[in-house]
Every structure is written in structure tokens, then in C-alpha cells.
């Protein structure tokens, strides 16, 4: 992915009131932050954030958290971001570090086109590896969801054995997303251009 900077990056950072700029002191206190008892979804990779974005403002009476480690592009997710929203968070963090923001407090992981890293000596850096979905175990809060988007048949292949034997069953599956039946499908800026490009998306909502 190739990264542009974003000019006057560090104000918009710094200027974002739903930016948590001390994430670790939420750790556990997610819904006083929130102030409410409502679901936990959070979207690990949210690039520009229109996914989580439109996902905030449809559902409002769930909380999301888009979590993302390069600055210049939460800045742009953070330029898209309505005023007055009650139910959005962002968080700049490496998803290596995932523990150290929740406990069993997640109810819900969206994976939306995250790198498929193809080396196999790369595998468990792999969202759907089973060193990850450990991780995923710490901040659930009892029933695990994850729901998954790729263009990419190798990870989406991997995914499905990973998850299979880590103990989730695939609730349901799609060889081809936005050629189905699915309706009001919330589509990301990569799953928009991929799809003027004709290419397939992979999907998948596992639960364990």
C-alpha cells in the first residue's frame, strides 16, 4: 500500500476528540468511555475508515472502534468522520499490540482486505493466524464473531483452516460477495475499487 502524506497530519490527530490519545487507560473501561452497555465492534486495519464510518452512523446503538497504524491514513478516516458522532472511536495501534487496548470486551472483529502476506515464513503475521486469534480470545467478551473480507483466494483459504481449527465454525461463506444475494453490503475504499475492477471478494462470518 502506498502511503501519501497528509498534510497537516499531526493537527488533525491531535485535534480529533475521538481519537483516544491514551488508549491503554480504556483498557476494561471501554463502555464507561462509551458510557452504555451497548455491543463492542471493532475493525482491525480500517485503512481510510468509510467501512466503520457508515457502520457507525447505521447503526447507532452499536459501539465501533477502528483500529489503524499509519497516520496519514486515520487522518483521512478521521476527515470523513460526521460531527456530534456518539458511537465511534479510533485507536492508533499495530494489531500486535491488540491486548494491551482490551479485556473481554469485543464482541465483534471485522478483518476487511488486510495484507494476505504471501510468504509462507510470514504466515502467523496473518490476521487469521492462530497466534492472532489467541490474541482474539483476550478481548472477547464470550461469543466470538469474526466476519472477513478479501480479494485475496490464498488468505481466504488459509483463514478458513485456521479458523476451523482454532475452534470456529463458519456461520456463513461467499465465494463471491457482490455477485450473491446479499443486500445493503457496507462496502471499504479498497472493496470499491476492486470491485470496479471486477474482482472477486471473498467472505466469511466465523463464530466459536
Given amino acids: 500500500m502506498r502511503l501519501r502524506n497528509v498534510k497537516n497530519k499531526e493537527e488533525i490527530l491531535n485535534n480529533c476528540n475521538i481519537l483516544m490519545k491514551e488508549f491503554i487507560d480504556v483498557k476494561g473501561k471501554w463502555q464507561k468511555e462509551f458510557n452504555n452497555t451497548n455491543p463492542i465492534y471493532i475493525e482491525i486495519g480500517m485503512g481510510k475508515g468509510k ?31 460526521p460531527r456530534d458522532i456518539k458511537n465511534l472511536r479510533f485507536v492508533r495501534l499495530d494489531a500486535r499490540n491488540i491486548n494491551e487496548v482490551f479485556d473481554k470486551e469485543v464482541d465483534r472483529i471485522y478483518l476487511n482486505f488486510s495484507d494476505p502476506w504471501p510468504k509462507d515464513r510470514h504466515a502467523e503475521r496473518r490476521l487469521t493466524s492462530s497466534s492472532f486469534l489467541k490474541m482474539y480470545d483476550r478481548i472477547f467478551k464470550s461469543t466470538r464473531e469474526i466476519y472477513q473480507k478479501t480479494d485475496n483466494r490464498n488468505l481466504f483459504e488459509y483463514s478458513i483452516i485456521s479458523l ?32 470496479k475492477n471486477n474482482n472477486t471478494i471473498y467472505y466469511l462470518v466465523a463464530k466459536k
Fill in 51 to 81: 467501512f466503520i464510518i457508515e457502520n457507525a452512523i447505521r447503526y447507532p446503538d452499536i459501539n465501533f472502534v477502528g483500529i489503524e497504524k499509519y497516520d496519514s491514513v486515520l487522518a483521512r478516516a478521521i476527515q470523513k468522520v
Fill in 164 to 195: 476451523t481449527k482454532n475452534g470456529y465454525k463458519l456461520e456463513d461463506i461467499c465465494l463471491d460477495l457482490h455477485n450473491s444475494n446479499k443486500e445493503n453490503i457496507i462496502t471499504s475504499e479498497y472493496e470499491e475499487k476492486f470491485v
